[in-house]
């Protein structure tokens, strides 16, 4: 009980800074697509109902099929990707750890190759059964998307951390913070494209460690160090070049963190108006975040459904 009791205070901190009604409209929104299929059957069932009662048959089959038909379409997936060398599309997913099953590594494989991006940010990269062999597993991995460029450094004594894989030149990687504890670190990567240089952060900030026995919560240190991270995130963005943040968040929208990263980039999601869907599976809140700052434009973001972790993916491209 005092753990269930424990978890509840943790969810609840995840929106810190955040007002009830916005964390209570983020969850009412989640769970609207619930409702487009129970629209869709009383659609439905008033149009058999009027078909027998009416004797309207064939009109009422025809305007049946037609919203069938346009219901299909609204939820169809159409995948367009950029062709212009000055557009860049990213995907940028948490695999939690891939749940050290190869299983779950080749279904993150299939997702990259299905969706064609051009640079790869993955949080919580790596896998147990290859420690300490950290070389292999970023090699291998980069090989199977055909990819050239790529970048894996955990802390020493770690197997876990971010990681970028790119069609792109990386023209350099810079150690933005990373600590041996859990998977929380975050890099800076200069990306060339055709006409600019654009830095790439890649980024999993503290976590509050919902899952596993005898953790010790720490909120307010939590909290502290989160702040404390965005801020050293923040300073390591340059002026020379255009800037971007994928980051596992482990805040909600309105946090503290949150309204940090706000203050210089511009939260993708909210142009494309996909600002409350989540991305953390369960519980069913938005985490994971694309940040850009003011001279970068998003032509095209979309969230991942069918991905091996409890995230979802991001994929978006930029100009």
């Known amino acids: 009980m005092t753990r269930v009791l424990a978890r509840l205070v943790v969810l609840l901190v995840l929106f810190s800074g955040a007002s009830p009604i916005l964390s209570f409209i983020s969850i009412f929104a989640n769970l609207l697509p619930l409702l487009d299929g129970l629209l869709l059957a009383v659609s439905v069932l008033i149009a058999i109902y009027s078909s027998i009662k009416r004797k309207m048959g064939t009109d009422v089959l025809i305007m049946l099929l037609v919203t069938i038909f346009v219901y299909s379409c609204r939820n169809a997936e159409i995948n367009l990707r950029p062709t212009d060398d000055k557009e860049i599309t990213l995907l940028s997913l948490n695999v939690a750890q891939f749940n050290n099953d190869t299983a779950n590594v080749s279904e ?3 997702l990259i ?17 290859k420690w300490p062999d950290i070389s292999t597993v970023s090699r291998d991995f980069a090989q199977r998307i055909g990819f ?6 955990p802390h020493d004594g770690n197997i876990f951390g971010t990681a970028i894989f790119s069609k792109r030149p990386i ?29 790439l952060i890649n980024a999993h900030v503290e976590s509050f460690n919902l899952k596993g026995p005898g953790t010790k919560l720490g909120l307010k240190d939590v909290l502290k160090r989160q702040e404390n991270q965005a801020t050293i995130i923040q300073s390591a963005i340059s002026d020379k070049y255009k800037s971007m943040i994928c980051v596992d968040l482990n805040a909600a929208v309105g946090s503290k963190i949150y309204n940090q990263f706000r203050k210089s980039h511009i939260d993708v999601s909210k142009t494309q108006g996909l600002g409350w869907v989540n991305t953390l599976k369960w519980p069913p809140i938005r985490i994971d ?20 972790s409890d995230h979802r993916g991001i994929i978006a491209s930029f100009r």
Do not use: M
């Open 108 to 110: 993150v494989i299939q």
């Open 113 to 129: 190759n299905k969706e064609v991006p051009d640079v790869v940010l993955l949080q919580e990269f790596g896998l147990y059964y």
């Open 148 to 153: 050239e460029y790529y970048h894996f450094q």
């Open 171 to 199: 023209l350099g990687s810079t150690l933005v913070f990373n600590e041996i504890s859990q998977t929380n670190e975050a890099w800076s990567h200069l990306i060339k494209l055709k006409e600019d240089t654009v830095q």
């Open 289 to 308: 975040r694309v940040f850009a700052d003011q001279n970068i434009q998003c032509t095209e973001l979309e969230l991942l459904e069918n991905t091996p």
